[in-house]
């Protein structure tokens, strides 16, 4: 594992924060009713998965693009995910933005929103042979997709 900025690690967080920060202007009607009711544990482990994540993916420079090897199809792999990722992006912002809207299955992926990237960050990981970010994925994809399982079964 080497230390040193990771590029590929701030292209995919920009295409993590970019779609979440104009979702904050559009969110799906009734959402607020369904976050007060969120499970505290999985909250705290998305927030801890989140902020390990977003540090350890732009401080080794192991995610980036190290040569041609077959080592390089897990980091495509990645991106294709991500790009699926902001397929969903497009297909809610263009929807009436009801729950059922952000919680609808792309590609028979459950709750893409949650799982796609968190897919694609293992993927990285795997790609770099990090296990400190593949721990961190882990557990915020506990709390990121579980969070999300729960609002999409309590969806009226």
């Known amino acids: 594992m080497n230390l040193g900025f990771s590029y590929t690690g701030l292209i995919f967080l920009l295409m993590l924060t970019i779609p979440n920060l104009i ?27 989140q902020v390990a994540v977003s540090c350890l993916i732009l401080i080794f420079s192991d995610f980036n693009v190290q040569g041609i090897s077959p080592w390089l199809i897990w980091l495509a792999a990645a991106l294709v995910l991500m790009i699926l990722y902001e397929v969903f ?27 796609l990237p968190v897919a694609a960050c293992i993927l990285i990981a795997v790609y770099g042979r990090n296990p400190f970010l593949f721990a961190a994925v882990i557990i915020l994809g506990i709390g990121h997709i579980g969070i999300h399982l729960n609002h999409r079964k309590n969806i009226g």
């Open 89 to 115: 992006w497009v297909r809610y912002f263009k929807s009436a933005k009801t729950m059922k809207d952000f919680y609808g299955s792309l590609l028979g992926i459950p709750v893409p929103g949650a799982t």
């Open 23 to 49: 979702w904050t202007k559009n969110q799906p009607v009734d959402y607020e009713k369904y976050v007060k009711n969120e499970n505290k544990i999985l909250l705290a482990f998305e927030r801890v998965g």
